[in-house]
């Protein structure tokens, strides 16, 4: 496996405890991103070091960069249907692209003119992005708001396969891991290095709300 693993409780006490941040692994070249699947989808993912075979380009697909909120969301990996979970390194240039044609998943009234403006450009947008507060190990909510980006249309095109650097199949390690979440021993418990990501240009920053 590819990935910085540190030691959970280490990082714990280096985090922000509250706002908006996008915590992710990352360097100049890339930024990695997870997602859960099913068999079918995970494995050809694996296998192929692209999206293809079962995988709908006709939905829209959402990317997390946390760990956490990802095993949140997939149960660390023993939910139905998204049992295969991937860490997906993605280049960082597509990454910022993404986020700079995102348009929020609820009403800014700070950022947008109206209600209806929001609405219509909701409509055409071909990237969404939704802030959920953040969850420890065990699931509970935090203060710190975690970023989802969903991609659609040539948006998920290029993702598939042109934005992608490597994909890894990591369940092994969130079953490895989870052990340790069951068992409360969080003292063991070895997660992907994050920090907060900061993407390139202020006005860009200020319309992620980020902190």
Not at 101 to 128: C, G, M, T
Request: charged share 25%; no cysteine; hydrophobic share 40%.
């Amino acid at each position: 496996m590819k990935l910085n693993i540190q030691n959970y409780k280490i990082q714990h006490t280096e985090w922000p405890q509250n706002g908006h941040h996008i915590m992710a692994q990352y360097d100049d070249e890339k930024i990695i991103v997870y997602q859960s699947y099913r068999p079918a989808i995970g494995h050809f993912a694996a296998k192929n070091q692209f999206f293809g075979g079962p995988f709908s380009l006709g939905r829209m697909t959402w990317i997390k960069p946390n760990f956490l909120w990802m095993m949140y969301r997939n149960g660390w990996g023993t939910k139905v249907g998204q049992e295969v979970v991937l860490a997906i390194h993605l280049k960082r240039e597509a990454f910022q692209k993404y986020l700079e044609n995102a348009v929020h998943s609820s009403f800014k009234p700070e950022l947008y003119d109206s209600q209806e403006a929001w609405k219509k450009i909701v409509k055409s947008s071909n990237v969404r992005l939704q802030w959920d507060p953040d969850h420890d190990p065990y699931g509970a909510k935090l203060e710190r708001r975690a970023i989802q980006i969903g991609v659609r249309n040539e948006f998920i095109r290029s993702f598939a396969k042109d934005d992608i650097l490597e994909i890894e199949d990591i369940s092994a390690f969130v079953a490895e891991q989870y052990e340790f979440v069951k068992s409360n021993q969080l003292d063991k418990l070895m997660i992907p290095a994050e920090r907060p990501f900061l993407p390139d240009g202020d006005e860009l920053r200020k319309k992620l709300q980020l902190q």
